[in-house]
């Protein structure tokens, strides 16, 4: 059974442009969910997909953006980037979409400095 | 009310000490309460969670204690070892059709040999 994956592990951009970020999910899991975890802070919710539509979202923009894929792989794009998006960012799968299962199994995540 | 607010910022406890972490909630639509450890350049990696119908939960070394009518839950490390050295998140989500997971801030456990 693999865990959850996630490329690239490291990037550096510079304000104003766009990044894509990718995630495998955990063999099983049919629902993804993102965060974005800045320096010292615990991760904050960005948004979850399931079934490849977004069903929830936290508060964050709309230059954040999503994509799930039928294999259940999923995209986070940031446009516009700003200083404040540094972070990490973390991709999270679950079994289910949140009723039910509740655990989350989380990624290494993808470091972002944006200059 | 969204906010979960967790203490100590950092801990130190010397090999085989007993480190308490404590959390507390607002929202009592949550129902689930889960712990992560995370190393330096890894994602969270979830330790044990319980809900709010129980008062404590044992897995392994690690024990939550949960006050329902506080609203506060704490995680309690026995025989504490320096491979427990890591940071701790608390956390919280409520039963919506999706899982937004609310953290709180992180505390810092150093465990000194």
């Known amino acids: 059974e693999t865990g959850v994956t996630q490329s690239p592990t490291h990037l550096i951009k510079t304000r104003g442009q766009q990044v894509t970020l990718r995630c495998s999910s955990q063999?099983?899991?049919?629902?993804v969910s993102w965060y974005q975890q800045a320096l010292g802070q615990g991760p904050q919710f960005i948004f979850q997909?399931?079934?490849?539509?977004?069903?929830g979202r936290g508060n964050f923009p709309p230059r954040f953006s999503g994509l799930q894929f039928p294999n259940y792989s999923s995209e986070l794009n940031v446009n516009a980037l700003e200083l404040d998006d540094s972070a990490l960012y973390l991709c999270?799968?679950?079994?289910?979409?949140?009723?039910?299962?509740?655990?989350?199994?989380f990624g290494e995540g993808s470091r972002l400095t944006v200059l | 009310q969204q906010q979960v607010k967790q203490s100590p910022q950092s801990l130190i406890v010397q090999k085989g000490g007993i480190p308490i972490i404590n959390c507390a909630y607002e929202?009592?639509?949550?129902?689930?309460f889960p712990w992560y450890q995370q190393f330096p350049g890894k994602g969270p990696a979830l330790l044990i969670a319980?809900?709010?119908?129980?008062s404590e939960k044992k897995e392994g070394r690690f024990t939550i204690s949960f006050n329902k009518s506080a609203k506060q839950f704490s995680l309690h490390i026995m025989d504490s070892q320096p491979g427990d050295s890591a940071t701790y998140f608390c956390?919280?989500?409520?039963?919506?059709?999706?899982?937004?997971?609310?953290f709180g801030t992180g505390t810092r456990l150093l465990v000194s040999p």
């Open positions: 956390a919280a989500s409520m039963n919506t059709g999706f899982q937004k997971l609310v």
């Open positions: 063999s099983g899991h049919n629902t």
């Open positions: 999270a799968s679950s079994l289910s979409s949140g009723r039910v299962n509740r655990e989350l199994f």
């Open positions: 929202n009592t639509a949550f129902d689930y």
């Open positions: 997909y399931y079934r490849e539509e977004e069903n």
């Open positions: 319980i809900r709010p119908d129980v």
